[in-house]
Each structure stands twice: as structure tokens, then as C-alpha cells.
């Protein structure tokens, strides 16, 4: 398994961007699908935006389209998540998370190895 771990959160302003970056390390990057998750206070894990193996196609959340942008760096081993147009609700804390199954996966079941988060507060 492929050892993750995010960097990038903060405090932004509504409006703003920001961009995060998740690192992996052993196992082998090429091999599984990336996604991002978030989790705000008192709710369920939800899924954000995934990306394929080889960075070709991605898949986002209603939510967040067209304002979040997946992408990975397979020779570099990272997957990155660049959020413009942020909103209070986008507080949150995000995890990467790797997946070897085939084909979109959106539930948190499908996932097996996960970073250990990253805060993202937007307030003014």
C-alpha cells in the first residue's frame, strides 16, 4: 500500500483559492486511482474529486465543479486539489485516499490507504 500525505490547507477568504498536495510514498503511485475526500465537524466523510491512474480523466462532486481541479504527477508521486471560488462550506478537514479497483470509485469503503488530513477554514 502507498503511504499518503497532504499538505496545502489554511485559512482563506470567501472567494479565494487554494491549492493542496498530497505525497506518496512505497507501493507504486502509477498502479492506483487518487481522490480527495472532506470531512467538516459532525458530518460523514464525503467524496470531493478523483482522478484515473494515468491522470487522463477525473470526476467531481456536484458540489465542487467548476470550481475544483484534480490533477497527479505520476513521475513526482503526487495529486494535487486546486479549489478556487472557495465557500464557508468548503471548511473542512481533507484526505487524500488511494484506491487500487478499476473504474470511478466515490465511497470511502473503496479506498485503502489514506493520508492524515489537511484543515481548510474558509472564513472572513
Known amino acids: 500500500q502507498v503511504q499518503l500525505a497532504e499538505s496545502g490547507g489554511g485559512l482563506v477568504q470567501p472567494g479565494g483559492s487554494l491549492r493542496l498536495s498530497c505525497q506518496a510514498s512505497g507501493g507504486t503511485f502509477s498502479f492506483v486511482r487518487m481522490a480527495w475526500f472532506r470531512q467538516a465537524p459532525g458530518t460523514e466523510r464525503e467524496f470531493v474529486a478523483t482522478?484515473?491512474?494515468?491522470?487522463?480523466?477525473?470526476y467531481y462532486a456536484d458540489s465542487v465543479k467548476g470550481r475544483f481541479t484534480t490533477e497527479r504527477d505520476n513521475a513526482a508521486n503526487t495529486v494535487s486539489l486546486q479549489m478556487n471560488s472557495l465557500k464557508p462550506e468548503d471548511t473542512a478537514v481533507y484526505y487524500c485516499?488511494?484506491?487500487?479497483?478499476?473504474?470511478?470509485?466515490?465511497?470511502?469503503?473503496?479506498?485503502?490507504?489514506w493520508g492524515q488530513g489537511t484543515q481548510v477554514t474558509v472564513s472572513s
Open positions: 482522478v484515473s491512474r494515468s491522470g487522463a480523466s477525473t
Open positions: 485516499a488511494a484506491t487500487s479497483r478499476i473504474g470511478v470509485q466515490t465511497e470511502r469503503e473503496a479506498f485503502e490507504s
